[in-house]
């Protein structure tokens, strides 16, 4: 009940002071002012510029670091570079990898639903490629 109350006081004083404020009307060229302002905005608004992730100098002082760490281990010794540790796969030996998918069977249906669906996915992922590319304007 307050609030209503509350409201109304708040609704009064509004017109109240509404009611005084004189009438003021638009200029004969508000619109071509309006759009005036617009233009320039819009011209002002800096176009989306492609900027990479890793810039040209950090790719240079990347390849700059694999270069040299290439050379120092060309150059140096055997016993001061790095060795590679030898690992033995002969465990893979003990396990019996051929039977595992002869049971498998995949009915007709099952395979021609995959494919298309693939399909379907492949041609979504290029469509929506060429609507980014062409949104964005990379």
Do not use: C
Request: cysteine-free.
């Amino acid at each position: 009940m307050g609030e209503n109350k509350h409201i109304k006081e708040l609704d009064a004083f509004a017109k109240k002071y509404l009611s005084e404020l004189p009438e003021s009307t638009p200029s004969s060229n508000f619109t071509a002012n309006v759009m005036k302002n617009i233009e320039q905005l819009a011209v002002a608004k800096k176009p989306l510029v492609y900027k990479p992730l890793i810039s040209i100098k950090a790719w240079l002082i990347i390849v700059l670091a694999v270069g040299v760490l290439l050379f120092r281990s060309v150059t140096s010794s055997v016993k001061e570079g790095f060795e590679v540790p030898e690992i033995n796969f002969s465990f893979l030996n003990e396990f019996n990898f051929n039977n595992y998918f002869e049971q498998l069977s995949v009915s007709s249906s099952t395979l021609s639903v995959v494919v298309i669906f693939g399909l379907m996915l492949l041609i979504q992922i290029i469509y929506l490629k060429g609507y980014f590319t062409r949104k964005f304007n990379f």
